[in-house]
C-alpha cells in the first residue's frame, strides 16, 4: 500500500510451532453502517496499546477499509511530524473470489482462523472490526469472539437491528435479525469453546441534552438486556473531534503528541474520561488490577 503502509499478507498456514498467547478477540460489530464501529475500534486498540498491551488489529470491512484507512493516515502522520505513536499489528482478510459457495466459505474461514493464530503468537488482544452488513466473515467472526462490542446509535431506529418492542409498553415483541445471529454463535462457541461471549452494547454518538427519546431508548435496552442477555454501556458522545481526527490517523489519547496542532479542551478530557469509562465496564480479565494510564 501507500506510504509503506503494508498489511500483514495470508502466506500458506500458520505456524503452529510458535506457541500462541491465550490473547482475548474483541469484536466491534452490527449490521448497520454508521454506528461509529471503526472509531470504537480505534481508540480501544489505542488504549489498550496505552497500557502496555500488544494489540493485533483484523479489518474485515472488505468494501470500506475504514479502519485500514485510519490507520494508514496514522502512519503518514507520523512519518510527517516524525513522531513515534504506538501502532498495532494489522491483518487484511479479503473475501474470497470463488464461486462456488462452500469453497468461498471454506477459504475464508482459513483465513480468519490463520490470522488470528498468526495474532495470538505475538498479541494480548486482537480487535476485529467487522462490517455494517451480514456477510460470512462477519459471522464467522462473531464465534470466534471473547468480547463483542456493538455500537449502537442512541435512535429506535438503531434499535430496530435487536428487537421489536411495544411503541406504548417498550416491552420486547422479539429480537431482531441481529440478536438472533448473536444467539446463535454463542450456542456455536458454547459447543467448541469453554469462553463464554461476554456481550456489551454500547449507547453512541449520545446527545448530552437530556430528552424523553433518550429515556425511552434507555428503557427499551434495558428490558432487552434482561431478555437476550447483553451488558449496556455508556458510548461515545457525538463530539466533532472524532471526525476531525480521521485524516491525521489519531485519537483522543494522541492530542498531548509532539505535532499535534489540536487544542486539548475541557470536552476532550470528558471525551478520555469516556474511555476510561469504557474500558472499566468492558471488565476484561487481562487487566484486572491495571492502571488505566491515560
Known amino acids: 500500500m501507500a506510504d509503506g503502509f503494508a498489511p500483514t499478507a495470508l502466506v ?37 496499546m496505552r497500557m502496555g498491551k500488544a494489540v493485533g488489529v483484523i479489518d474485515l470491512d472488505v468494501r470500506q477499509r ?7 493516515n496514522r502512519l503518514r502522520w507520523m512519518q510527517s511530524t516524525g513522531s ?3 501502532m498495532p499489528e494489522i491483518v487484511r482478510v479479503d473475501a474470497s473470489t470463488e464461486r462456488d459457495l462452500d469453497r468461498a466459505e ?5 483465513r480468519l482462523v490463520s490470522s488470528l493464530q498468526r495474532l495470538k503468537k505475538t498479541c494480548d488482544f486482537i480487535i476485529i472490526d467487522s462490517p455494517g452488513g451480514d456477510t460470512f466473515l462477519s459471522r464467522s467472526a462473531h464465534m470466534h469472539a471473547d468480547t463483542l ?10 434499535f430496530d437491528l435487536l428487537g421489536d418492542v411495544n411503541p406504548q409498553t417498550l416491552e420486547v415483541i422479539r429480537p431482531s435479525f441481529y440478536s438472533e445471529m448473536v ?15 461476554d456481550w456489551i452494547v454500547m449507547r453512541n454518538r449520545m446527545s448530552p441534552l437530556a430528552a424523553r427519546n433518550k429515556e425511552r431508548v434507555g428503557e427499551a435496552l434495558d428490558n432487552l438486556s434482561k431478555r437476550i442477555g447483553f451488558r449496556l454501556a455508556p458510548g461515545l458522545s457525538e463530539r466533532v473531534i472524532y471526525r476531525e481526527l480521521f485524516p491525521a490517523g489519531l485519537t483522543l489519547l494522541d492530542l498531548t503528541e509532539k505535532g499535534s496542532n489540536v487544542s486539548f479542551t475541557m470536552s476532550h478530557v470528558a ?24
Open 12 to 48: 500458506g498456514g500458520p505456524d503452529l510451532s510458535v506457541p500462541q498467547k491465550d490473547a482475548r478477540v474483541i469484536v466491534v460489530g452490527n449490521e448497520k453502517g454508521g454506528a461509529g464501529k471503526s472509531t470504537v475500534s480505534m481508540h480501544l486498540c489505542v488504549s489498550l
Open 66 to 72: 475504514s479502519l485500514t484507512r485510519y490507520l494508514e
Open 84 to 86: 513515534r505513536l504506538p
Open 106 to 110: 471454506a477459504e475464508e474461514t482459513h
Open 149 to 158: 462490542i456493538t455500537p449502537l446509535n442512541d435512535s429506535f431506529v438503531d
Open 183 to 197: 444467539w446463535s454463535c454463542r450456542k456455536k462457541k458454547a459447543q467448541t469453546s469453554r469462553r463464554p461471549i
Open 271 to 294: 471525551a478520555r474520561q469516556e474511555m476510561r469509562d469504557l474500558i472499566i465496564i468492558l471488565q476484561l480479565p487481562e487487566l484486572t488490577g491495571a492502571e488505566i494510564t491515560f
